[in-house]
């Protein structure tokens, strides 16, 4: 009956035979992978069925009654060990079907994207190869239908993200880039587990030991009131879980390794630390939104990190010249927007703003790999300039992204971005600590407007190359193909693989806020929010939302979206205005706040501070356990060696003196009875007849007696 | 009157004559004349027992078998004693005695 929903298992699988097919080919060297056409073929046809099945699930759950839109096809048994069951099973629900959909869609979008851009590399085939492993783990990730599946998809991302951090993998900074990402999300990752094993350990000594998403949610209220040190048990797997959200999702502390990231190709810039794997984090809160809506502390710290996260990676994109860092630190402080929504129990705000994210930052950021592609492989903001010319249709498509990051009405991130400072805002009235968060939102939406303009100011208007003065000759910045001789090349558009992706996501940024209008303003016209009833069977406990009806809107929710818009617009004009009109003066505020320039132009020296803090101390940690080794450990082991040398030299004594010596008189005594009874052979046929013939007689006489 | 007795005795001579040349000739042929000796009496044997017991022509069948079998020996023997000569130039068995332990 629901064909889609029952074969649902084709999505995950499509990507992962694509991957097979030109992984094997890659690692076999089979001749068919050095055909482009035939590996991007099916890298293409296999996410491309994914997300034919994917919309499939989503017209069968749109014909299901929406109270009871979920549906799990569980596989087989995966691991069953004493009262811990966990299967191979597939969660479809609105929740999942919109990550599905992203995932699928954007995904796709972006293999196409990257037949164009990567089409001289020499290792395509091995970048279409970790693409669909991506997409793959990241399908598990979203519609596993226990923890455990969510945790494989989780590794399986991360792994990605390393391998693909790292594609060029020769020039070094890339490769350490890679092991970065990965070890930051480690960290996060073993905060995870821990979070993990405690919720499972307590709902087990609650006697109902379940991973399924469906049993946690069903007996978490048993939970409630059980302490751990003095500590909220809920709070604390919140807590938990979240600091491994903030590893995946690039939030304060751990974002460290996302701007570093971009040393990847940029579609997997675009793919995976924009996105969708980033996302996973918000994804997560979302997926377990019963136990952080039964955990207030734990949600007052995700929304402070959030609004933390959003304003302080906003600053920092001020002072990037790096055009793909401006959206790497983008891409943070929009991750802090949806933890800010998620944290305020505004879960469809906040996956609503994911969604509409995914669509404008990828926008952005094939924008971004379509400037330097024009630019032959030049990332530096300083030397470009004035590409509206050269690149139309990036250019249009960038602009319109921008509107969208800059939450002007009506494109899509207004939407989402101002439900999100509303839900905030609404909270506030609860607890006072939400209107510090809002105005923390609210200035990081400003600051948002302006760096992005800015980039957009800096990329596309004025002259080509007319601030490359300003690059001081110390400071020749590595992009991701290593130093190289900056040679005068005309900037050209790109391929039509290229700009199709841009154009069908610039399209999405500016109409994908329309299926998430408030009430506010949907009720003028009757148009109901539909993103909102989509996903509230799935956050129906949740507080802050269901309260289907909305009858009274207050005048401050007008008042503050014609605020927001304002302020968009202002700092959108003056960032245009400043980086166009007046371009002497980001020149004097550098010359006349000489150190607030260079704190902001180095991250606020973050990556230092950690440096210090945390590598070196580890480092010298791992020195003095180097010592503690050599002196202790290996103390005891070669204390352990002398004396099993010593016991071995007496067992070897008794060994050749008392055991080799009776071995020995066995065989010498053998030795002797042959030599002594090979005189009867005589070598004479007629001696041997002898004896036969004595015998015979001897016989006849002893028969005869 | 001729009796059963009379030929198995007449067998049993050839019989221990044939043995005794085996055992005390050193020459190959005349080992091998003993050992036809011996043959033809176990023959003999056969035939006087098939004629004096049931008077079938078992007897005369297993008789001739021997004959067959004595005359292939003895093409096998002297190819024996033809290579042994080839080899040692000598058919003395005192003389190659190489089986020796």
């Not at chain 1, 991750?335 to 705000?349: P, R």
């Amino acid at each position: 009956m629901h064909f889609f929903l029952e074969n649902i298992w084709v999505i995950p699988l499509a990507p992962l035979i694509g991957f097979l097919i030109n992984g094997l080919g890659c690692f076999l060297r089979l001749p068919y992978v050095k055909s482009r056409k035939f590996v991007h073929f099916v890298a293409c046809t296999a996410i491309f069925v994914a997300f034919v099945f994917a919309v499939g699930v989503f017209f069968d759950l749109l014909g299901m009654d929406p109270a009871h839109r979920s549906f799990t096809k569980t596989l087989y048994p995966w691991i069953s060990i004493g009262s811990l069951e966990a299967n191979v099973a597939f969660l479809a629900d609105p929740l999942s079907a919109v990550m599905m959909l992203i995932i699928t869609g954007v995904g796709f979008l972006i293999h196409v994207y990257s037949i164009g851009y990567m089409h001289e590399d020499p290792g395509f085939a091995r970048f279409f190869t970790y693409l669909n492993l991506f997409c793959f783990a990241m399908l598990l990730l979203v519609m596993g239908d226990n923890i455990f599946m969510l945790f494989i998809g989780w590794e399986g991302v991360g792994l990605c993200s390393y391998l693909l951090i790292g594609f060029w993998y020769e020039h070094k900074p890339n490769a350490v880039a890679g092991m970065k990402a990965f070890i930051v999300n480690r960290i996060g990752d073993f905060a995870f587990l821990i979070g993990l094993f405690l919720l499972f350990w307590f709902l087990y000594q609650q006697g109902h030991p379940t991973v399924a998403f469906s049993g946690i949610q069903e007996n978490v209220h048993l939970l409630e009131g059980a302490k751990v040190g003095g500590i909220s048990l809920l709070a604390l797997v919140g807590i938990l879980l979240f600091i491994g959200a903030t590893g995946k999702s690039a939030q304060i502390p751990l974002y460290v390794w996302l701007p570093d990231a971009m040393a990847g190709p940029t579609p997997v810039s675009a793919l995976i630390h924009a996105a969708t794997m980033v996302t996973a984090g918000i994804y997560m809160i979302g997926r377990l939104n019963f136990v952080y809506s039964l955990a207030p502390e734990a949600l007052v710290v995700v929304a402070t990190v959030g609004a933390l996260t959003a304003l302080f990676a906003a600053t920092i994109g001020f002072a990037q010249n790096d055009i793909k860092k401006v959206l790497a630190y983008s891409t943070v402080s929009q991750l802090g927007y949806m933890f800010l929504g998620m944290g305020t129990g505004a879960y469809t705000a906040g996956i609503f703003h994911l969604m509409t994210h995914a669509f404008f930052k990828a926008c952005l950021f094939l924008g971004s790999g379509s400037v330097i592609l024009g630019m032959h492989h030049e990332q530096d903001m300083r030397r470009m300039g004035g590409l509206k010319k050269y690149m139309p249709v990036t250019y249009m498509t960038f602009l319109l992204a921008t509107i969208a990051i800059a939450g002007i009405f009506p494109f899509a991130g207004f939407f989402s971005k101002d439900e999100i400072l509303w839900k905030t805002f609404e909270s506030g009235g609860h607890q006072y600590w939400y209107y510090v968060l809002w105005g923390m939102g609210v200035l990081g939406a400003m600051g948002t407007a302006f760096y992005m303009f800015r980039a957009v100011a800096m990329t596309f208007f004025g002259k080509l190359g007319e601030r490359a003065h300003e690059i001081a000759p110390n400071e020749v910045e590595e992009d991701e193909h290593g130093p190289h001789q900056h040679e005068h090349h005309t900037p050209h558009e790109s391929p039509k693989s290229m700009t199709f992706a841009l154009v069908v996501l610039a399209i999405l940024s500016v109409v994908g806020g329309l299926v998430g209008i408030p009430y506010a303003l949907g009720h003028f016209f009757h148009i109901p929010n539909f993103f909102e009833e989509w996903l509230a069977p799935v956050f129906a406990g949740a507080h802050g939302e269901g309260h289907g009806a909305h009858h009274d809107v207050p005048v401050i929710e007008y008042m503050l979206m014609v605020f927001s818009v304002a302020i968009a617009l202002a700092t959108s004009a003056l960032a245009v205005y400043i980086y166009t009109k007046r371009k002497d003066l980001p020149a004097r505020f550098v010359t006349r706040f000489p150190r607030l320039h260079r704190l902001v132009h180095e991250k606020y020296y973050v990556d230092e501070i950690y440096q210090v803090l945390v590598v070196n101390n580890l480092l010298r940690i791992n020195q003095l356990l180097a010592l503690f080794d050599q002196k202790v450990v290996d103390g005891f082991v070669n204390f352990a060696g002398t004396v099993v040398r010593f016991s071995s030299k007496v067992a070897g004594f008794t060994d050749n003196r008392w055991v080799d010596g009776f071995v020995n008189l066995v065989g010498n005594s053998i030795s002797f009875a042959g030599a002594s009874l090979r005189k009867a052979q005589t070598g004479l046929v007629q001696n041997y007849l002898y004896i036969a013939v004595a015998g015979v007689i001897a016989l006849m006489i002893w028969r005869l007696l | 009157m001729i009796q059963m007795q009379h030929f198995l005795m007449m067998s049993a001579v050839i019989f221990v004559l044939g043995i005794y040349t085996v055992v005390t000739r050193k020459n190959v042929l005349g080992i091998l004349l003993g050992t036809e000796l011996v043959l033809n009496a176990a023959a003999l044997n056969i035939v006087i027992f098939g004629f004096y017991g049931n008077q079938t022509i078992e007897s005369s069948i297993y008789a001739l078998f021997v004959i067959v079998l004595a005359a292939a020996e003895a093409a096998v023997a002297l190819a024996v004693g033809l290579t042994l000569y080839q080899n040692f130039k000598t058919i003395d068995t005192t003389e190659t005695r190489e089986l020796k332990g």
